[in-house]
């Protein structure tokens, strides 16, 4: 914060519990609440970016040449057997969890 000259003393005790405040917050947060933050849509950003980590890994993997590729896990098998069911167990939990918010399940 940058030292500025305060004459009203009231205004330097508010600015001193303000950044208090903030201090205290960013360590009930922790690492993971830094980044995602808090609140109501925490979950929906965590799954979020879940499925677009996986599907970022399966595009990349995808787009490698096949010399570089496992011989074990072809494409077909790595986006039926892995990716396919992981986005839809995200999209069962996103749809899941709104519907237990709004009452309707």
Do not use: C, H
């Not at 830094?34 to 996986?54: K, M």
């Not at 057997?81 to 009452?103: D, H, W």
């Amino acid at each position: 914060m940058n030292k500025i000259e305060l004459q009203d003393p009231k205004v330097a005790s508010k600015i001193i519990a303000a950044n208090a405040e903030n201090d205290k917050r960013k360590a009930e947060l922790g690492f993971l609440g830094r980044f995602f933050g808090s609140g109501e849509n925490v979950r929906l950003y965590i799954v979020g970016t879940i499925a677009l980590g996986v599907l970022l890994i399966a595009l990349v993997y995808t787009l490698t040449p096949d010399r570089y590729r496992s011989p074990d896990l072809g494409l077909k098998d790595m986006w039926t057997l892995i990716v396919i069911p992981v986005e839809s167990t995200i999209i069962g939990y996103l749809i899941g969890s709104r519907s237990k918010e709004t009452g309707n399940g």
